[in-house]
């Protein structure tokens, strides 16, 4: 496999171990790998890093190597513990996952109940807990009485897409792991490798996943692949607000992405076409690659600054939605400023300008 870094022999074996269930965070894993080795696994982690990114494939991988019964070197994927653990009946290893809109307090305190007796069958306990910047402060405070004395036979894997929506005192007991997005093109490297996808298919999917490795994966598992053998078509459509007149519209473009928030990431990339196009750069650099010809009807709509504009607008409107603020508000006024961009670059188009 031809990619841009020099595994190291651990992660070597590691990966051999896995049967490449995982793609990429080579450090992260020898991180963990090394403290089981030196025994020197700590009692709460904290897997920080964007949706979709990998947090809760290594910490269950993390949670079989602990427990695994037939290997030193990681999870062996096949003994009575991993399987267990695979098939979410392990009598010592619970994922808690917000119930509804928030991660609440009474789950806290249900998780505290049972991790103070012994494990069962294991080594250790292991609590993974996902998306805890959904906790309120009621549940938090609860949760940070467990980090402050964790029994000794148990393991707490918090994971989060945002650190700044954490208590400072949860932060400070836990060993912070930060999770990054993979380069796209290594990403595309492990998908051509291992789904024989074209360079040009492989490159669109690692674009539009944002290097997201679960992303890419539930790309490549959609209904388009499934329909069309190894090659995906990603007929996904383009986003209405970028040929949207009507100010009506907006409203209910808003609604869609209110239910939908993780569609912003997705939105950006639509912008980030057209800028590249308005910049005449290759078609090959495109997320949208199948669009080509649609967007570059497009851009004379918009002048690159306008473009710019946009961009900061919808990140600026995503750091508004992680802190909790009216979402329907927050995404209304941001739509509002993207058709007003769109109206201003028509302006300044009849009046001559670029």
Not at 87 to 113: C, M, T, W
Not at 198 to 217: C, D, I, R, W, Y
Not at 235 to 260: G, H, K, Y
Not at 320 to 349: F, I
Request: aromatic share 6%.
């Amino acid at each position: 496999m031809n990619i841009d870094f020099q595994p190291s022999p651990v992660f070597l074996t590691l990966t051999q171990t896995m049967q490449n269930s995982i793609i990429g965070h080579q450090q992260i894993l020898e991180q963990l790998h090394h403290a089981m080795q030196s025994d020197r696994v700590a009692g709460a982690y904290l897997f920080v890093g964007p949706a979709n990114v990998g947090k809760e494939t290594v910490a269950l991988y993390f949670t079989k190597s602990i427990n695994c019964v037939e290997s030193e070197d990681g999870a062996c994927g096949q003994c009575l513990s991993c399987r267990k653990t695979d098939n979410g009946n392990h009598p010592d290893v619970q994922i808690i996952r917000p119930s509804g809109a928030r991660l609440k307090i009474d789950q806290i305190r249900e998780l505290q109940k049972r991790i103070v007796y012994r494990a069962l069958e294991s080594k250790r306990k292991v609590y993974i807990l996902t998306e805890v910047e959904r906790m309120n402060l009621e549940a938090a405070n609860c949760l940070l009485k467990t980090l402050e004395e964790p029994p000794a036979a148990s393991i707490l894997i918090l994971l989060t897409t945002n650190l700044e929506a954490l208590l400072l005192t949860i932060r400070s007991r836990c060993q912070v792991v930060q999770f990054y997005p993979l380069p796209v093109r290594e990403l595309a490297t492990h998908l051509m490798a291992q789904f024989n996808l074209e360079e040009t298919q492989a490159f669109s999917v690692a674009n539009l996943s944002g290097g997201a490795v679960g992303k890419a994966l539930t790309l490549l598992e959609g209904p388009s692949h499934a329909e069309h053998g190894n090659e995906p078509s990603f007929e996904e459509e383009i986003p209405e607000i970028l040929t949207a007149t009507d100010r009506l519209a907006v409203f209910r473009i808003a609604e869609q992405f209110s239910q939908n928030p993780e569609g912003l990431d997705g939105l950006v990339t639509w912008y980030r076409d057209l800028l590249l196009l308005h910049q005449d750069a290759p078609s090959e650099l495109l997320t949208h690659i199948y669009h080509a010809d649609t967007l570059k009807q497009l851009v004379p709509r918009y002048s690159r600054l306008h473009l710019q504009s946009a961009i900061k607008t919808i990140f600026e409107a995503k750091n508004l939605l992680q802190r909790n603020v009216n979402a329907t508000l927050a995404l209304e006024v941001m739509m509002l400023k993207l058709l007003g961009n769109q109206n201003k670059s028509e302006g300044d188009r009849s009046n001559g300008r670029n």
